[in-house]
Every structure is written in structure tokens, then in C-alpha cells.
């Protein structure tokens, strides 16, 4: 099959297309013929050598976490999820070989129906982020109705998702993003857009009941600084990985709470992703398609740190 891959650790320069035997079915696991991928910022840091790259055993290896496509082969033969059905799910890369590519393996229990309002394509952008913002917001921040919720990137792929399911639980979103992305955002929900290029947001908001940092420490200590507006005994959730090593010491001194997140693999939590899309209560906007052979260009995309919503490639 054909395969964007990378044979070591670099630039975006060192995706390249292949030919590799396409994957084997194991327990538990659909085959399906992959009609686009999600790109990530988790793509570009293992390319890089970061983010997941440790756990890179052998040589070449395939990346996007992120897939959408068409059930080829189920899981036994009277499997919920049959031949032709259209889904969407997400890849533990690089324990198993990624999305960049004609097939993939995937455990049944890590994939869903695809919602009905949406094309394959804009699927493929909702897995890991549309989880991650989940996990922020629902699982581990416990947003409910009256809290103050402040949203670093909210224009970002996990952003404009946790955007949206904060204000479904009826809080007082405010979000940092760029003035372009203001009214973009208040249109998604958000209560307050704080342009972080004219402001500093701390001096803009206070007692904030949960912070979803997007960010981390990598630019302008944003985590750190997001302390000083949580109420006493508030929560911080610090998402992007290694962005700030020290995030757990630096809230207990201050009397505040902190946990990191990872998107967790989980077919029901997407089945009910998929409800609030068909139910018109969440959307997933796509900045970008790129085709998989142009996957270089698209880890420069995303690496620029402009993306309003997620990139794509076509498969």
C-alpha cells in the first residue's frame, strides 16, 4: 500500500512516500481503508523526535493518530461495525502503524460511526482533539454550569472544541486567541476573547474556576502566569506534552490543582462526539486539506501555530 512515512527523526522534509505491505489484523481489531488522516501537533513532535518518538522500535514508521475511512475487514463476522460502514477513531502511533496511509489496523473499541452531517474527510479532524477537548472539559475539568472556564488557543484544533462543549455545559467561556479569530470564536461561544498579541489576560480576568492550557510555558510562560487567575483551590489542565515540566510543583505551592491530559482512545465517548455533531450542538472546522503526499507542507502548517481548526490530508 502507499504510505507517507519517516525512516528517522527530522525536519518535515523527512516524510516521504512509500510502499509498505499493509497491515495484518490482529484480536479485536477492524481493518479500514482510510479515506483521510487528521495532522496534529503530536505528529509533528514525534517526526521531530519528541512527543511520542521514544517509543519508536523499528524503522520506517507511519504517523497520524487521526482516521477516517471505511470498514474493509471487521472484527469477526456478525461485528457491530461491518464491510462499507464509514468511521472514525483514533491510533495509538507509534504502537501501531498511523493514518498517513491507504490502511489501517485499528482495535474496534477505539473507533465509532461516523456522524451522519459529516463528510469522511471533516471526521478525520475530530478524533484526537475532539477526545482532548472532552477530557478537559467533561472528564477532568467537570465543567458545569456558572464556572468560569478560560481557554488558552481557543482558534486551535482542541481550542475551538473545548470552546464549544464548555459553553454547552453553560459556562463563562473566555478564551486567548488572535483578534482575527475573535468573532469566530463568540460565534463557537465563547463569552470573552482576549487578543493575546495586544493583552495580557491576567490583567483581563480573575477568579477562574478552570484553566484548560493549550500552551504551556513554550511561549511567554502562559502556564505559569494562569495561575495567578484561578480562584483558591481552582484547576489547571496542562495539555500539550513537555510544555511545562514543572506545572504540578507550581500549583501546589499556590494552593491550586493541576493534571496533565492525554486523549484516551474510546469508541463510546465518540459515539457521543458524533450525537452532539448530528444534533447541531458541536462543529469541527477544517483551515486546511492537504493530499498525502503533500504531508510535509502540512507539519510546516501546523507548525506555524496559525491554524484556526484542524489540517487534514487526503488519502
Known sequence: ????????????????????????QAIGELIVKVTAAGVNPIDAKTRAGRGAAGLIEAWPVVLGVDVAGVVETPAYDTHPLQPGD???????????????????????????R??????LTHAAALPCAALTAWGAVVDVGKVKRGDRVLIHAGAGGVGHLAVQLAHHAGAHVITTASQRNADWLMELGA??????????????????????????????????RSLSVLRPGGLIINVPTASWPTYRDEAEALGMRASNLRAIPDGSTLDAIAAMIDAGDL??????????????????????GHTRGKIVLTV
Do not use: C
Open 191 to 224: 463569552d470573552q476573547v482576549i487578543d493575546y498579541a495586544s493583552t495580557r489576560f491576567e490583567e483581563e480576568t480573575h477568579g477562574i474556576d478552570v484553566v484548560i492550557d493549550l500552551i504551556g510555558n513554550v511561549k511567554d510562560d502562559t502556564g505559569s
Open 1 to 24: 500500500m502507499r504510505a507517507m512515512v519517516i525512516e528517522q527523526t527530522g525536519g518535515p522534509e523527512a516524510l516521504r512516500v512509500a510502499a509498505i505491505p499493509r497491515p495484518k
Open 86 to 112: 464509514e468511521v472514525f477513531g483514533i491510533i495509538t502511533v507509534p504502537r501501531a502503524s498511523g493514518s498517513y496511509a491507504e490502511y489501517v489496523a485499528v482495535p474496534s473499541t477505539a473507533v465509532a
Open 283 to 304: 462543529r469541527v472546522h477544517i483551515d486546511r486539506e492537504f493530499p498525502l503526499e503533500e504531508a510535509a507542507d502540512a507539519h510546516r502548517a501546523i507548525e506555524s
Open 114 to 119: 461516523k456522524p451522519q452531517t459529516l463528510s
